[in-house]
Structure formats: C-alpha cells, structure tokens
C-alpha cells in the first residue's frame, strides 16, 4: 500500500468515528428518554399513559423497519432542512441518529423492563414519586444493561455509517466502496475492512468492561 | 381501649374481570391493629393476606370501605398526601427487594434520599441503622455478597429510616432457613419493644405467629375467619382453617404407629380413647394426669406432647390413650379443672 493512502485511510477513520459519536450522542438524548418512556408507561405502570405508549411504539416500530438506505434517501428534505445541506459528514448524522434514536430506544426499554417489578414496589412504598423511581432505582438498576445496549447501538451505527456513501456521507465505508471497489485497489478495501474490525472489537471490549463496573450483581471475592 | 394504629372497616376489594363477574380478594373486613403491639395476618397463599397488608400504605386500595392508619385515611389519599402517609410506614418483603447497584448503606439511605432528607444527615442515621442492625462490617458491601439473613437485615434497617410508626412485614422470613428466621424475628421483636413501633405481619407460618404475634387474624378466601389474642386463639381455635394451621405448629401430632390403627368407633371392652388434651393458662403446669390416676383411679398412657410458650405463657399439649369405658367420667373430670379435650379416635 502506497504511504499516501495512509492519511486518507486516517481522515476516512475520524470521519466515521465524527458520524458514530455524534449520532450516537444525539440518538441517546433522543432515544433514552423514549426508552424509559415505553418502558414505563403501559396500562397501570408507572407513568401509565397507554395511548401514548401505543402510537409512540408504532413510530418507533416504523422507524426500524425502514431499511436504513432507503430512510437516508426518503428524508432527504429533512436533512437539508436540518443540516443545510443533505451531502457530506455532517449532514450524514442526521439519518443516523434517526436510525439511533428508536434502536437505542428499545435497547432502553429492553433494560429497564428487566428491573425486579419488587424494586419498583419497595420505592412505591417509601413515598418515592414516578421521576425518582425512574432516577434513583430504574435507570442505576439497568445501567449494566444500558451500557450494554448502547454498546451494540455503537456497533451497528458502525456498520450504518458506511452506507451513508451513497449520499455523499464520507468516512470509511465510503472509502472502500470509491478506491476498493471502484478504482480496483483491494488493498485499500482490507484496510477498511481491518479498521472496522479493530474498532468493533474495541468498541465492544470497553462497552463489556465498563457494564462489568456498573454491575454488582455477581458476587465478588474481595476477602475479609 | 387505645386508638388502634391501623384499622380496616368494611373492607372489600374486587377485581373486575372482562366479560365476567368481578373476582372478590377481599370480603367486608373488620380489624383493629392495636398500637404498638405486634399482630399476625395468616392464611394460605390466595387468601388475601398480601392484598390486605398492601393497603395499610396505598400499593392497593380499597374498592369500598375504609382503610385508616395514623388517623389517616390511606384509601382515600393520593399523590402528596399518599407519599407522606407511606413515610410513615415502613415495609419489609420476603425477597427483600434490595437494589443490586447500591451498598448497604446507600439501601438503607434511599428512603431518606426519596424523603428529601438534608444529604448531611443521610450518612449518620445511615450508620446508626447499620449499626442497629448488626451489618456495620458490612456497610460497604453490595447485596450480592449478602446472606440472605443479612439482606433482609437490610430490608430492615430501610424500613426504619424515615422513623415511621407502623412496620409492615410481607412474608419476610419466608426466604429465610429456620435458624436465620430466628434470629430476623427476634430482631423484629428487639424493634417493636424498643422503638413502639406496631408491626403487621402476614405469613403462612403459624410458628411465626407462635414465636413473635401477641395477636393474630386468620384470614380465608377474602374473608378474617378469627381473631384475638395469640393465645386465645392457639389454644381455643374456633375456626376449621385455624385448627389445620395448628396442627403440626402447637406441639403434637398423634404418632405413625397409633394414627395407622385409629378408628372411629371404639371396639371392644378394652378399647382406648385417644384425646388431645391441651393445658392452658394457670392450668398448664398442673399435674392434672397424675391426679386423674390417684383420685380416679383411671389409667393415663401418654402418647406425645409438649409444653412451649406462646406469648410468654406455658401452653401445653399432650396426646394420651384413655381406657373408652371411662372417657366421659375423664374428660369431665379434666374440663372441670380448666382443661380442654377433644377426642382423635380410638384404639383396640
């Protein structure tokens, strides 16, 4: 592989973790709350709001049922109006947070029902309100499982972030498809391939490691 | 009589069904939980009892009739008044329901934390119920590395944080191996007699009754079958259901070789009766065998029995084989002196 191809593999890896990190950030502030939401919120549950639960979970339903190619080029519109612009990194994050947010939100949702309904019972009893059952027992109960969450949320924005190419999103999917695929320079595709890799494979390593610090649930010989 | 701490009047609770007639949890209950004393609900799984502790603090309420604790009406109460009433009732569980992600300190802390109690304040009372409780070594630890003995030492030293008046005690010795209930019951003993706290307690366990309960309601199919003092109760049971919980709880049960050849009726000239004779009160250490053998000249053969302390009284209880002929003169004779008999059946 030729050393120029270096900095562009470089610049093409910062791009994707821009697009990752940013629309994962977003899609958390946008899909946490919905998560704690649709896991709080059916009949004779905590926020119990059923009609809301209900249309709020087809959204998300439609939402994720969606190819993700097909919604980056339906909502274009939406982009331009959002980002200014519907071509280029940036403007990418847009659909990928779209994508995100109603994934990490069943992610959320999945983790919070897995709280003990004891838990909630014990804080009911203690005079505690729905918002700080929701902050003091449901959120640091299902932290081990957030996490956990969040991390497969990550790796598959990974592989989201390398079809955003095809309008104009650049990062190393783009870089594969244009110089690999493209120019003929499979070199330059295993790179891609092999950086993809490593960054899953790291990604998924912290996500365990730090869900691993949240949860006490194991025991743990610490001695006497 | 004083004010009782908690009192059920007409209590009914109905679940609707769709398409269906209404299910009825609980049927028109009476009960007063007298202040600072410790009363036990019993019965069966299904009978009730769960719902019933649950509205003393408003997880369910009444479908009519009132609930009243502390002078409030519990049933009625909603958002803000219903949490200040359930701060001032504290409530333990049979699963202990501890939050993995916190130690037990920060456990034992919530209930302060949800009650907007002054962070500086937190950690002292934190450490005094701690201390309280016997978990001081253990403050740091998180509930995983807890036996469940000291998991539900936990539950109570949460429950008493917000200083509440009224403890409630769903099942919580039910998780628990005998030696380890023992020691959670004396625990809660040690709480009511030093902090005058009135408990109300629900179990399937009569034993728990026996060993901490200075009164008890006995509660099936929605509906209190009996109620009084512990031992009025133990050593009077009115009730079928009562009677089925004793068995096996005070003292005796008729032993494998006669139980196998019991019968109905008694056969023969030499036939014995077999009768449970239970000694209470001032009687309970009399030696009332052994008079109705010298006065009476009637053979006592005693087949089992016991003599235990239920509310800090002697209760005792014995099974003995009386010759038939001569029954009613015995039992009589006993009944006359403040025991009470009733005939299992015959032998022979």
Known sequence: ?224 | MAEPAISFQGVTRRYPQKGGSDVVALHDIWLDVPQGAITGIIGRSGAGKSTLLRMVNGLERPSSGKVIVNDHDVGAATGTALRRVRREVGMIFQHFNLLASRTVSENIALPLEIAGVDAAKIAPRAAELTERVGLTAQANRYPAELSGGQKQRVGIARALATGPRVLLSDEATSALDPDTTRQVLELLQAINRDLGLTILLITHEMAVVRDICSHVAVIEAGRIVETGETYDVFSKPAHATTRSFLTGVTGVAVPQFVAGQMREAPQGADAQAVVQITFIGAHATDPMLARLTAERGVGVNILAGAIEEIGARPFGSLIVGLPAARLDESQAFLEEHGLLTEVLGYVG
Do not use: H
């Open chain 1, 1 to 224: 592989m030729s050393a120029n191809l270096i900095p562009i593999l470089w610049e093409a890896t910062l791009q994707t973790l821009y697009m990752v990190a940013m629309s994962t950030l977003l899609g958390t502030l946008i899909g946490g709350p919905l998560g704690v939401f649709l896991a709080t919120s059916r009949r004779g549950e905590l926020l119990s709001a059923p009609w809301l639960n209900t249309v709020l979970g087809l959204v998300v339903n439609a939402a994720r049922s969606t190819p993700f190619i097909i919604l980056v080029v339906a909502i274009i519109p939406f982009t331009r109006m959002i980002a200014g612009t519907s071509i280029g990194t940036t403007a990418a994050i847009v659909p990928l947070t779209i994508a995100a947010a109603p994934f990490i939100a069943r992610l959320i949702e999945t983790a919070i029902r897995e709280v003990d309904a004891g838990l909630i019972e014990a804080a009911r009893a203690m005079g505690a309100t729905p918002g700080q059952i929701v902050r003091k027992v449901l959120i640091p109960e299902a932290m081990p499982g957030i996490i956990l969450g969040l991390t497969l949320a990550v790796v598959s924005l990974i592989g989201y972030s390398a079809m955003v190419g095809a309008v104009g999103g650049e990062g190393l999917g783009d870089l594969g498809i244009r110089y690999g695929y493209q120019r003929f320079m499979p070199e330059v595709m295993l790179a891609v391939v092999v950086i993809l890799i490593v960054l899953v494979q790291l990604v998924q390593s912290c996500g365990e490691w730090i869900a691993s610090r949240f949860d006490k649930r194991a025991p743990r010989n610490r001695g006497q």
